[in-house]
DNA sequence: GGAGAACGCCCTGTCGTGCTT
DNA sequence: AAAGCACGACAGGGCGTTCTC
């Protein structure tokens, strides 16, 4: 009789197990790159374990918004929320729901707290995969364009930029934030970069190599240096991060960092679930496993990203 | 009372009511760039008017996954179902769907029947209005390379640049098909475009300009130009279709035709619900009224797209 | 193995109260 | 003053499943 036509009420069948066999993802509206791509992964992992996948968006990342879109989920008995936090903001945000259900915030760099799992992808690692790059092909005047402030992501490339030349003995010139993350922002922070031609706290040079903290802010960063009158990679190399659709295009093709945007998803979901718990119908859901590399015990797990060599630097 | 702590259980809400408050996205895997962006719109949208959004993603884009997908939805009750579908075989298996719950198709181009309402962007005026601009600049042989034919966009985008050349007497040059919408893809298509020099059934010279059919494929088609000894625009004018983030800033700045994926998407939300129906709290959704432009009166109510000048072309 | 209760909400029907004519 | 009317409080059944007895 299930063969023709019959198919089981899951409303009914959710008020009676209490289980909706729904999770949530909030994520935020802008720069549609990483956080699709980790969704998309979430909702894939997810349905495979037996859930479906509701979406809350975040248009500004200020905590009430991320407040509402956590309330939405509460209110629709939902089994257990993702948050894609790549600002601040966010990762706070997600740290005052109540514990009635589980989450897990992916962030780069959040403390993780007993009823909070954090994890996310190395961005000091990144960074200094990039940065190790440039130095290890004789660049010794290593500049860094960051992304705002508000971005862990940003701030984590910062501290792996200066670790690795750190470490290697290079001067550490002086930064310049962009206030975006767009090709625009880059342009504009190269041309501060590069305008300090000397004398300064920094040291006396010229870079020899730019570190842009995203694909999009290194092709602002190109142009800026053709700009000035200088090619890349033979006056300065560029590498940026992310591996953006069309970078081995570029002119020149860029060197960049390629994040596990999927496993992180697939990653957060396998978390949510993973202490033991089944699916929503009962079947075991297999827990990620992937040791912290960095980082104190409190801080997130991390997924390493990869470094991907091209033509810029 | 219900301000300390009560929470209105919507599952038995929905188990009384019959209404989820639930819509459902199918949303194809690949190609994160306008799906994606068109699922951010539809989820406000819905949020807006008191749903919830549930979200499938399809990785091939066959009949039997988007199946599998309306499905997994129609098992879960859901009220409303917004398909994504840029593939033909997409549009075809929503199609297919009982006639239930309410389905509306996001697709350039798919027949219309009274219970499958489909709207899109149009793709043949946003072709003619690169190719109008090429025109007005002075061009007269002006190639296309188009994206693969499974894609509802690629055959629009080719018939816009077909009626273009026709209404202004200009010659048809053969066209060059791109294996996918990668920039890689369209390197290899350029070529092609550039080897035939003259002599063969499209007329006797090389092409001034090439209109390709998205920005992507734009960016390896500069590449080829440039590898034969031309330069863009001087010699061949280059535009492109979709406004990636960063086109402003590559090698040369990239005239292109920007598609409003944010009012498409809210468009499907309005017509989904648009008959009168209310929202799930009983609240009224305002209805979508959009002119359809081109096309027979069974096709989608189309969208207009912008065309935006920058160095290229 | 088959009957029945319970999940929490919505909706209907009944009854009681207070006000009008 | 008695009867009618309007409205609010309250109890009960049922949605379709799961789980217990």
């Known amino acids: 009789m299930r063969g023709l036509g019959y ?23 802008d720069s549609t790159f990483g956080p699709s791509r980790m969704t998309l992964a979430i909702e894939e992992a997810a349905r495979e ?39 601040v903001a966010m990762a706070e945000a997600a740290r005052q729901i109540s514990r009635t259900v589980p989450v897990v915030v992916l962030a780069s ?24 790059h440039l130095r290890q092909g004789g660049r010794e005047r290593i500049a860094h364009v960051c992304g705002p402030e508000e971005y862990h992501d940003a701030q984590g490339r910062i501290i792996g930029w200066r670790e ?30 590069l305008a300090r031609k ?7 040079e010229a870079p020899d190599a730019i570190f842009a903290a995203n694909d999009h802010l290194a092709l602002g960063v190109v142009q800026a240096v053709r700009e000035a009158g200088l090619s890349v990679p033979e006056d300065v ?17 860029l060197t960049t960092v390629r994040q596990p945007f999927e496993e992180a998803g697939a990653a957060a979901l396998g978390a949510l679930f993973g202490a033991g718990a089944g699916g929503p119908d009962g079947a075991t859901v297999p827990r990620v496993r992937r040791g912290a590399s960095s980082g104190s015990s409190r801080g997130p797990s991390l997924i390493q990203p990869r470094l991907v060599v091209r033509a810029s630097g």
């Not at 198919?7 to 935020?28: D, E, F, H, Q, W």
């Not at 990342?61 to 257990?80: K, M, Q, Y």
């Open 7 to 29: 198919r089981r009420n899951s409303t009914a069948r959710a008020l009676k197990t209490r289980r909706t066999g729904l999770i949530g993802v909030v994520s935020p509206g």
């Open 49 to 87: 374990a037996g859930y479906a996948t509701a979406l809350s968006v975040v248009r500004d990342p200020d905590p009430t918004s991320v407040d509402e879109a956590l309330e939405f989920f509460l209110d629709r008995g939902i089994d257990g929320i993702v948050v894609i936090a790549p600002v």
């Open 109 to 132: 760099a959040a403390e993780q707290t007993p009823d909070m799992q954090v994890l996310g992808i190395d961005q000091v690692a990144g960074a200094r995969m990039a940065v190790r």
């Open 164 to 193: 690795e030349l750190r470490d290697a003995g290079l001067p550490l010139l002086p930064l310049a934030r962009a206030g975006g993350w767009s090709a625009a922002d880059g342009h504009a922070a190269a041309r501060r970069v």
């Open 198 to 204: 000397g004398g300064d706290q920094g040291g006396g």
């Open 237 to 253: 190399a560029v590498v940026g991060f992310d591996v953006v659709d069309g970078a081995d295009f570029f002119s020149p093709p």
